[in-house]
């Protein structure tokens, strides 16, 4: 997706609740989360903490897997190009040769313009990773529609897959299913999964409707599991607890 207009207020992923709205940083911060990238800065790289500080720190505090890249480097579509400044300006590549952008709080300051390299630039945050992207509602293949834009992708169907992105709103086609770690995983592209975690499974209309119940039933089966294992949990601590408690006593 290409923006080429303003941010209408209440779009996800952006947070309207701050005082930082129509910043440029705010602005390429969460245009990056609405292209399914993951995060692309911290406050503090050092104790890897907070979202983004001012424009021109960003190439000192960028967060994995995003790559700093010099002033020779040609700039792609999803890039965030960072210049120098009193507090610094970012723009945010649509094109290989787009950027579009916000200015010091300005609601009414959006704009694209053709990137040119200036005297001021410091270089570029780049993003390893293709996003996937939504696709069109198609009844006649196993979907799921997703509701939350926290919602992270991973290069396998584990908690212990490297997190490359996160789904933007939308549907996605579900290629296979897989039951690891107390969730049920969607691959909804080569490589990319993610679990069934506020979002909505949209079955074929030729789905076999038992072969449904039972995938409902198998899901419901490992979240109650994954509940008990965590009750249990708790118990154990508790009891620890109390056992220290007594000798105090």
Avoid at 61 to 75: A, M, S, T
Avoid at 86 to 110: A, L
Avoid at 177 to 203: F, H, M, N, Q
Avoid at 210 to 230: A, H, P, W
Wanted: charged share 25%; proline share 4%; aromatic share 14%.
């Amino acid at each position: 997706m290409i923006r080429t207009t303003p941010v209408a207020e209440g779009t996800q992923p952006y947070r309207w609740d701050i005082p930082s709205i129509y910043q440029c940083t705010w602005f390429g911060y969460y245009r990056a989360l609405e292209n399914g990238f993951s995060a692309p800065t911290y406050w503090d790289r050092e104790t890897k903490t907070g979202s983004y500080t001012n424009a021109k720190e960003w190439l000192k505090n960028w967060r994995e897997p995003w790559e700093v890249k010099g002033l020779d480097y040609e700039p792609k579509a999803g890039d965030i190009a960072v210049f120098d400044g009193e507090y610094g300006h970012i723009q945010y590549m649509e094109t290989d040769t787009m950027y579009s952008e916000y200015r010091n709080g300005d609601p009414n300051s959006f704009r694209n313009g053709k990137f040119e390299k200036t005297s001021n630039l410091l270089g570029f945050l780049h993003y390893p990773y293709e996003a996937v992207a939504p696709v069109e509602r198609n009844q006649a293949v196993n979907q799921i529609q997703t509701t939350d834009t926290d919602l992270r992708i991973r290069t396998k169907p584990s908690l212990k897959g490297d997190v490359v992105g996160y789904v933007q709103l939308g549907y996605y086609n579900v290629l296979q299913t897989k039951e690891a770690d107390g969730y049920l995983w969607y691959c909804i592209s080569k490589d990319r999964w993610c679990a069934d975690v506020s979002v909505k499974y949209l079955p074929s209309d030729d789905t076999d409707i038992i072969n449904e119940i039972e995938r409902y039933f198998n899901s419901m089966k490992s979240k109650v599991n994954d509940l008990t294992d965590q009750n249990q949990d708790l118990k154990r601590d508790m009891g620890d607890i109390s056992d220290i408690a007594k000798r105090w006593l």
